[in-house]
């Protein structure tokens, strides 16, 4: 059953970045194309609510998914079972969550 449920979220994950993903990639042709530079970049994003939720939804989205991915590639090559399985599945969201976060804050706060 925790295997269907895993399969069903990570499903509901990449529904989730899809669309992220091509906004993502939208804004950085946008960015690119306007000759946008680091600086003025950043300084559109900073303090901005709305990237911060829209980046902090994407870096949520990925944590789990990635995490989900790895768990069924550590159980197959490695034949990682039981607790090592859940503690490095947790560990991988846990840390891609951290990761992803810090650079959200990095780009987003004031």
Do not use: N
Request: hydrophobic share 60%; charged share 10%.
């Amino acid at each position: 059953m925790l295997t269907l449920r895993l399969y069903a979220l990570q499903r509901l994950t990449a529904l989730i970045m899809a669309p992220l993903v091509l906004g993502h990639i939208a804004v950085m042709i946008y960015a690119v194309q306007g000759g946008l530079s680091a600086a003025e970049i950043l300084g559109r994003t900073q303090g901005s609510l709305l990237w911060m939720l829209f980046y902090g939804s994407f870096v949520i989205a990925v944590s789990i998914h990635a995490a989900i991915g790895l768990r069924v590639i550590a159980f197959e090559s490695f034949k990682l079972k039981g607790t090592a399985l859940s503690l490095f599945t947790w560990g991988a969201g846990l840390a891609l969550l951290i990761m992803g976060g810090r650079a959200v804050y990095a780009v987003t706060a004031l």
